[in-house]
Nanobody
Framework: VQLQASGGGLVQAGGSLRLSCAASRIVFSIVDMGWYRQAPGKQRELVATITSGGTTNYADSVKGRFTISRDNTKNMAYLQMNSLKPGDTAVYYC?????????WGQGTQVTVSS
């Protein structure tokens, strides 16, 4: 399984970014996908997940600002991030989960300046 995250960058507070996760060597339509983030000195935390059936779940801190989606025809997962805050600064990782197996991408840096 390979997961390639992209789309990170530097943005001012209030701005938007769209992260993408390209999956390969996996039957994408049957796995649950997720985005996690890790800020310096902090543990990795859940941002959002989307099941194979399309059910979404969000951390309280991003509800109403972030939207997770997936395109099974392209083996892609996305995280649309709006109204970004300095507290959203972190390395963002995409994750694929199938039963008890978890797979991680390499991470993409998101920096939000005040």
């Amino acid at each position: 399984v390979q997961l390639q995250a992209s789309g990170g960058g530097l943005v001012q507070a209030g701005g938007s970014l769209r992260l993408s996760c390209a999956a390969s060597r996996i039957v994408f339509s049957i796995v649950d996908m997720g985005w996690y983030r890790q800020a310096p000195g902090k543990q990795r935390e859940l941002v959002a997940t989307i099941t194979s059936g399309g059910t979404t779940n969000y951390a309280d801190s991003v509800k109403g600002r972030f939207t997770i989606s997936r395109d099974n025809t392209k083996n892609m997962a996305y995280l649309q991030m709006n109204s970004l805050k300095p507290g959203d600064t972190a390395v963002y990782y995409c994750n694929a989960e199938y039963r008890s197996a978890n797979f991680w991408g390499q991470g993409t840096q998101v920096t939000v300046s005040s």
